[in-house]
C-alpha cells in the first residue's frame, strides 16, 4: 500500500475498533482485518553525492543557491525554508571555528487556492539547527546579495519580491538537477542525503530527531542504515583479522585503511616470558602447549566446570 492508503487504512481501523469496544458495541466486529494493512512501506529514496550536491548549487539561480545547501546540510524542508527570516539566522563562535545556528520555527503552507500562510513546522518540529562553519559565508553572502535589512525580511523571494511556490520552484530546481547529473532526485531527497550524513558521523538517534523535526522514532530510524552498513564492515575488518589468525603466520590486514601486522610468535600479549621455573611453580599447575613459539601459558589442574 502507498504511504497515504496506509494512513486512510489505520485511522478507519481505529474508528471501526471504538465502535466494536464491548462499551458502545456499534459493530459487532473491526471488518478491517488486512493483515499488514497499517504497515508502512516507503521506496528507498535516492541520495545525491556531494559533488552533485554542490554542482546543482552552482547551476541553481543565484538566489536560490543557499536553499541547495540548507536542504542537504540542515536538513530543512522546502516549506521551512521559504518561512525563514533574517532574524532566524545567529552565529556563534567557539574560539576554533564559527558556526551558524538556524531557527525552525515555522513554516509557509501553500493551500489549493488562495495566498500563502505561516504555521508551525510539520510534526511540531520547531528547533534550532547547527550548520557547517563552510556555509557561514554562505549565509552571509546571502543576506548581503538578496534579503531585506529588517530583522523579519523574508531569506527566499524571488525576483520580483515574492516568496516562491512549490510548483515554480520545481521547474527551476529541475533544471538544476539535471545539470548535475541526478534528474530523479527530488528537491526533498536533499534531506534525505544530509539525515544519512550525519547519520554517518555517528549522531544517536535522539540527535537525529532533533535535527530533522521529527516527534517519533520512525522516520530517523530510517537514516541510521548507514550506520549499519558501518557495523557490517567493522564486523567484517574483524572477521579478517581473525582468520590470519587462526590460519597461522604473519600476515599484513589491512581494513578500511587500518594495517595491522598479525604476529604468530608475539601473539597478544606481545611475546609474554613465563619466567617460574618447574620448581617454582605452585602445586597443582602444568606447562600447556602454546599456539606461539616463545609464549608458555599456567594453566590450573582443575577442570572446567
Not at 531527497?189 to 535535527?211: I, K, P
Request: aromatic share 6%.
Amino acid at each position: 500500500m502507498t504511504v497515504t492508503v496506509t494512513k486512510a487504512y489505520r485511522f478507519v481501523r481505529a474508528v471501526l475498533n471504538t465502535a466494536s469496544a464491548p462499551e458502545g458495541r456499534l459493530l459487532k466486529f473491526n471488518p478491517c482485518t488486512i493483515k499488514g494493512g497499517g504497515k508502512e512501506e516507503n521506496p528507498e529514496r535516492p541520495t545525491a553525492t556531494l559533488q552533485q550536491v554542490f554542482k546543482a548549487a552552482e547551476e541553481i539561480q543565484d538566489r536560490y543557491r543557499l536553499v541547495v545547501l540548507l536542504a542537504t546540510f540542515g536538513s530543512l524542508r522546502f516549506a521551512e525554508m521559504v518561512g525563514l527570516r533574517r532574524r532566524d539566522f545567529s552565529m556563534l563562535d567557539d574560539g576554533e571555528h564559527r558556526f551558524c545556528v538556524v531557527r525552525v520555527d515555522r513554516q509557509t503552507v501553500q493551500p489549493d487556492s488562495g495566498e500563502l500562510f505561516d504555521d508551525d513546522p510539520k510534526a511540531k518540529g520547531k528547533r534550532p539547527v547547527t550548520l557547517p562553519p563552510f556555509l557561514v559565508a554562505e549565509i552571509e553572502a546571502h543576506l548581503n546579495a538578496f534579503v531585506g535589512s529588517e530583522p523579519d525580511a523574508w531569506v527566499f523571494v524571488g525576483p520580483k519580491g515574492g516568496r516562491p511556490k512549490r510548483n515554480n520552484f520545481w521547474n527551476i530546481w529541475n533544471v538544476a538537477r539535471k545539470a548535475a547529473g541526478m534528474p530523479e532526485v527530488h528537491l526533498h531527497d536533499l534531506r534525505h542525503t544530509g539525515n544519512t550524513l550525519a547519520a554517518e558521523t555517528g549522531a544517536t538517534l535522539r540527535e537525529l530527531m532533533d535535527r530533522m523535526g521529527h516527534s517519533s522514532t520512525r522516520a530517523a530510524m530510517i537514516y541510521l542504515h548507514a550506520r549499519e552498513e558501518r557495523g557490517k564492515s567493522i564486523a567484517a575488518g574483524i572477521e579478517v583479522m581473525v582468520s590470519q589468525i587462526t590460519n597461522g603466520g604473519d600476515k599484513t590486514v589491512v581494513v578500511e585503511g587500518v594495517s595491522e601486522v598479525v604476529s604468530e610468535e608475539m601473539g597478544h600479549a606481545g611475546g609474554t616470558e613465563d619466567h617460574l621455573t618447574q620448581e617454582d611453580r605452585p602445586l597443582g599447575t602444568v606447562f600447556k602447549g602454546s599456539t606461539s613459539k616463545n609464549v608458555v601459558e599456567r594453566v590450573t589442574g582443575i577442570e572446567p566446570a
